[in-house]
């Protein structure tokens, strides 16, 4: 049954990786062609910026680069405050070098106070919430002092691995609709039987937001696959993949929940999500018909039974159910498991925040390149004099989000020859999606007229 217990109201210390698949995944595990993008894997880092929504007054959130001053301002006028912390300052002589250096991936854990938070005390200590539990996380949560216990990081890794609900589909009797592969010879045969009826995914066991899952169209595609794997093989990597066949799907949403360690579960919010191909391309809060129509296919029911299986198997705190909707009205309650944080759940706080002006967002991003000398600074007057800036005052705008994930990859000695890329997270705030569309393509004009290259 769902907690009805009262929140109790502890500090808490915000940080975390938003790629912990890539720290889950055994490295003996054939992949996927990929482009290496490091300026990708810089932005990712510094996603943990958009975790501050889940922080309040008293609350701290250390994060990988320092929010940019102006940003910050900005949050100070919406009345969102929260303690910051910090290792790298982007606007520093030495930030690239720091960026550079081995531990920047990890540094978060790695470099926060080890002897006791700054401000707490023992009889108040405060609660540590990391996006993920990784080994850096688990190995923080072992030298301080905090008010509440992580889960088993060997449990955290099992329950996050497709393989993992695919069993949980089978052993709670719900319909599955993948087929694992344990071999290069599993994914040819059961590829090739999944192409005669069309067009498949091969999903790596800890692949995340497109990365990691490959649409398969063609036999001739699914050959180069099975020869790029079967060279991997005979080097020794073993083939574990999940195959699903690509779903006639209407609409992609996620459910957040909050499984507490007695095993009673919270339902946080319903997210409907943008999805841009594979790719995750935004977050906003289900309506009220929405969820009522779940309500009425036993969604609701059918993941609290999921969740009892994994409070059963050891795991405990966030848990965000990737689902979607089918043309025929098909309901698929569990298309992926993330035992985590997640996008949606920030949004659901976002529009927590928003819900005293009786308003909610979208929270979405642009992928952009940069022209020289930009300045976060310069984004932000830009949007208040095109009355842009959301305030309480108006009734939509852009709220953005975070600065690092938009200005990583432009600091002095960084990469030469190209504009650097970047991402611009924001919440688009509006009364209707009509209002927030509206919105959104007058971000790109004042990006535009910024000299900003926007490709989504």
């Not at 250096?101 to 854990?109: N, P, R, V």
């Not at 393989?163 to 344990?182: I, K, V």
């Not at 949403?253 to 997210?271: A, M, T």
């Amino acid at each position: 049954m769902l907690s009805s217990k009262a929140a109790v109201a502890l500090r808490k210390t915000v940080m975390g990786t938003f790629d912990p698949e890539t720290r889950w995944r055994d490295p003996l595990l054939s992949m996927l062609p990929r482009i290496p993008d490091p300026e990708r894997d810089r932005i990712v880092l510094c996603m943990d910026e958009l975790l501050f929504p889940l922080c309040g007054p008293d609350d701290i959130l250390y994060t990988r680069c320092r929010i940019d001053d102006a940003l910050l301002d900005y949050f100070d006028k919406l009345n969102v405050s929260f303690h910051h912390r910090s290792v790298v300052d982007l606007t520093s002589p030495k930030a690239e070098e720091a960026l550079r250096a081995e531990h920047f991936a990890s540094c978060i854990f790695k470099l926060a106070p080890r002897d006791g938070i700054p401000g707490a005390d023992a009889d108040k200590p405060y609660m540590l919430e990391p996006y993920a539990v990784t080994e850096e996380a688990q190995e923080y949560a072992g030298k301080v002092i905090f008010a509440n216990p992580l889960p088993d990081l060997a449990v955290v890794k099992r329950v996050n691995s497709k393989l993992y609900h695919h069993r949980l589909l089978e052993d709670t009797g719900l319909h599955t609709y993948g087929t694992p592969a344990m071999s290069v010879e599993d994914v040819e045969q059961y590829g090739t039987g999944l192409l005669c009826k069309g067009a498949f995914l091969v999903k790596d066991p800890f692949g995340v937001s497109g990365k990691g899952n490959l649409l398969i169209e063609s036999p001739s595609l699914l050959k180069r696959i099975v020869s790029y794997l079967r060279k991997q093989e005979e080097a020794g990597s073993q083939t574990l993949f999940l195959l699903e066949p690509l779903l006639p799907k209407a609409a992609d949403f996620s459910s957040q929940w909050l499984l507490e360690p007695d095993g009673s579960r919270r339902l946080i919010s319903v997210q409907r999500m943008i999805n841009r191909q594979q790719n995750y391309g935004g977050s906003v809060t289900a309506e009220a018909a929405f969820v009522n129509l779940l309500e009425e296919k036993g969604y609701f029911s059918m993941l609290e039974a999921a969740l009892h299986e994994l409070y059963l198997d050891g795991y405990f705190g966030y848990v965000c159910f990737d689902s979607m909707m089918l043309e025929d009205g098909e309901l698929v309650p569990i298309v992926e498991i993330n035992a985590r944080m997640s996008m949606g759940l920030i949004n659901a706080h976002l529009d927590r925040m928003l819900a005293g002006w009786n308003l909610k967002g979208w929270l979405t991003y642009l992928s952009v390149a940069l022209p020289d000398e930009f300045r976060f600074e310069r984004l932000l007057q830009t949007l208040e004099d095109e009355q842009l800036l959301f305030t309480p005052l108006r009734q939509s705008g852009i709220m953005p989000l975070s600065s690092g994930t938009l200005t990583v990859n432009c600091v002095p000695g960084g990469w030469a020859g190209s504009k650097p890329k970047g991402r611009l997270y924001v919440s688009v705030i509006g009364q209707t999606e009509e209002a927030r569309e509206e919105t959104l393509e007058r971000l790109k004009q004042v990006l535009h007229n910024l000299s900003v290259t926007v490709f989504h």
